[in-house]
């Protein structure tokens, strides 16, 4: 993101990305390289249809990597949200 952007900011921005790589890229691999953990955490809540406010839970570490398959409809992001949620951090 940049300076000053809020989390609904941060959305529009990556839904009009994946709207100019679904209509460009369709039916390719596509390697997204965030300069940060929240935008991926971001995009995989709106995919999954996480609440935009619980973002924190999916996080990236420093250099993490995930796949995503989106085609799986978020059901990978889902499980992952309620397994983080469990630990003890965010209890």
């Known amino acids: 993101?940049?300076?000053h952007e809020t989390l609904?900011?941060?959305a529009v921005r990556l839904s009009q990305l994946m709207s100019l790589l679904?209509?460009?890229y369709a039916g390719d691999t596509i390697l997204l390289v965030f300069p940060d953990g929240?935008?991926?955490a971001l995009l995989e809540c709106m995919i999954a249809g996480i609440p935009l406010?619980?973002?924190h839970?999916?996080?990236y570490a420093p250099a993490e990597?995930?796949?995503l398959e989106v085609e799986d409809m978020g059901q990978s992001t889902?499980?992952?949200f309620d397994a983080k949620q469990k630990e003890d951090l965010y209890i």
């Open 22 to 24: 679904e209509t460009n």
């Open 8 to 10: 609904a900011d941060n």
């Open 65 to 67: 990597f995930r796949v």
């Open 38 to 40: 929240t935008s991926p």
């Open 57 to 59: 839970v999916l996080d």
């Open 1 to 3: 993101g940049t300076p």
């Open 78 to 80: 889902i499980a992952l």
């Open 53 to 55: 406010n619980q973002v």
